[in-house]
């Protein structure tokens, strides 16, 4: 499929869940949930936004450790915001892996973007699971029916959550599979090396650092749905919050930047709670503007920076040099 029409049909598809969210929450409801908001709420969530960044830069430099052990902090600052920059223009914001490893041009590209790789599926690790068991005490609390269908979503978590799980509480069995799976693909296995170099004093900081700033995104969107519906329980909020990103990291990314998945996840669980299906789509777009439209925003100048050469140099502490005619 070209890729023009790619995209064309991911806008399409973007608009269509999103147009059909807010039609479920109503306008005019949505509207006056805005009108009537506690922005005091709106503030505190702002106030987590250079939290967030810098635990997500500090869990990186954890895993960047046996790649390039001496980076400063204005130069991890500039990796992570030029990332998160290009990601923002990228289908599955894969230009995040680019933003970042050509900001820092001493390392292997392709080993610093597998790095990047392996944060993100241990935030996806640490967010489903979390979110499962915040499902599991749905499930006992009644709150949602045990159906056929939930509880495949509760096996599907639980399996996902596991696997990826992997990547940081077994890094060198991750390297053994890889090579396993891949016997051929010599540049994958040999940049994969780096997994082994990861000590367990490491992988609990990178676990830790990713729970941190799980709370803290999480605990973000809660105090959002707060500001439109400020009467709410906090459990009840971050129960909805969990839930939401639950959801949001299982469902493939199909539509732009995952627009319509978080807000309809948000729009459906805040509804359940009893919280409004408004609150929780207005909290969802705030977010969103929030911790991924600003970011994107303020790694805008960072991108003139990016070292874009064929050919990069590479750091003593490099765990692999580039491998000729890749």
Known sequence: MPRWLSSALKLSLTL???????????????????????WTWVVVAGLLLPVNLFLDGWVWKQ???????????????????????????????????AGRAF?????????LSLTVFTQRMVDMAVGVLIG???????????????????????????????????????PSLVHRLACWLFPNWTQLTERAAFFDELSGPTCAAVLGGTVARYAVFTGQLACLGAAFAPSANGMLLWGAASL????????????????????????????????GAAAGLNAALLLFAMNVLLPALMGVPFLATLRLSSEAPQNEHSVLTMPSGS
């Open 103 to 111: 900001f820092l041009p001493e390392g292997d590209r392709w080993t």
């Open 16 to 38: 269509g869940v999103l147009g059909a969210v807010v039609m479920v929450a109503e306008p005019s409801t949505l509207l006056a949930s805005l009108r009537d908001a506690t």
């Open 63 to 97: 895993l960047l450790s046996p790649v390039l052990p001496q980076v400063s902090l204005s130069r991890l600052t500039g990796a992570v915001l030029s990332g998160l920059a290009l990601g923002f223009w990228t289908p599955a914001r894969v230009g995040e892996y």
């Open 244 to 275: 939401t990103f639950y959801v949001k990291y299982l469902i493939p990314s199909l539509t732009v930047l995952d627009l319509g998945i978080r807000e309809g996840g948000a729009a459906f669980f805040f509804q359940l709670l009893g919280l």
């Open 132 to 170: 499962l068991l915040v499902l599991t005490g749905a499930f006992y609390r009644g709150t949602l029916p045990v159906t056929p269908a939930w509880q495949a979503t509760a096996v599907l978590g639980g399996g996902t959550g596991g696997v990826l799980l992997l990547f940081i509480a077994a």
